[in-house]
């Protein structure tokens, strides 16, 4: 059941399902590599970072996905 809701989510709000996953493996720059790319090949761009637009997790930014800034390197919840 898990798997066919998974499809579902992943083939009629594609931005949405990519943008929770790739808020659920931050820690990992070889997993957002890898769902970074599975993510354009269905047609989903992930836009670059952007210090005015940018929330802490990644987020729909219209039909594309707006890079999180907890995922670049150094950057952290407790900046002071």
């Given at each position: ?7 579902y ?48 997790n ?5 039909s594309?996905?707006?890079y ?13």
């Open positions: 059941v898990i798997s066919y809701r998974t499809a989510l992943k083939s009629h709000y594609p931005a949405e399902y990519f943008s929770a996953l790739l808020t659920s493996v931050l820690d990992s720059a070889a997993k957002l590599r890898v769902y970074i790319a599975d993510a354009q090949k269905h047609g989903v761009n992930v836009l670059a970072p952007d210090i005015n637009k940018s929330y802490a990644f987020a729909v930014d219209g594309n996905i707006r999180g800034l907890l995922a670049i390197k150094n950057v952290g919840r407790n900046i002071p």
